[in-house]
């Protein structure tokens, strides 16, 4: 993981991120990596879609393919229906641009170096965490969003968009 210099009270490297909840979990992503966020607006379903596509937006003349973070890692779906907390998480990958349904977005907080571990390496699916920050009592999920989707979701976004 590199981080970037952001000035800091005392000297060391900090990188900001964007935390957001889902569940009762709390995750981070570059801020650097998000290009806006939004709120929930109505998403157009594709027949035939991966399971997590929730469908394609139009963000100002760009339609964007738009992934329930719930389903991309098998967590429980919202048994509530639409909640006026829950966003759109818009990301710039290397090779386009993608939405993330997130229960909730919190803060941004600078990291330092010295709060950041390395990821768990307990098997599975976790290639796109890059590392674990400690924040005063709680630990957040670092998550890397050039590896949240491999080379066939890009092909199926690809498709949808």
Do not use: W
């Not at 394609?56 to 760009?62: A, E, P, Y």
């Amino acid at each position: 993981m590199q981080l970037t210099k952001v000035e800091g009270k005392s000297g060391s490297l900090q990188q900001q991120y964007v935390g957001f909840m889902v569940e009762k979990e709390e995750y981070s992503i570059d801020i650097l990596k998000v290009q806006e966020i939004i709120r929930m607006v109505d998403i157009t379903h594709v027949p035939n879609a991966a399971y997590y596509l929730e469908g394609i937006i139009n963000l100002r003349g760009k339609v964007i393919p738009v992934v329930d973070f719930r389903k991309r890692f098998n967590l429980p779906c919202d048994s509530v229906g639409s909640d006026s907390s829950k966003r759109i998480i818009v990301v710039a990958l290397n090779r386009m641009t993608v939405g993330i349904i997130v229960d909730r977005v919190t803060q941004v907080v600078k990291l330092n170096e010295e709060q950041v571990c390395p990821p768990p390496s307990a098997g599975g699916d976790n290639d796109c965490i890059s590392g674990v920050a400690k924040v005063g009592d709680k630990l957040v999920i670092l998550l890397d969003p050039e590896l949240l989707f491999g080379q066939e979701e890009f092909g199926n976004f690809a498709d949808a968009a």
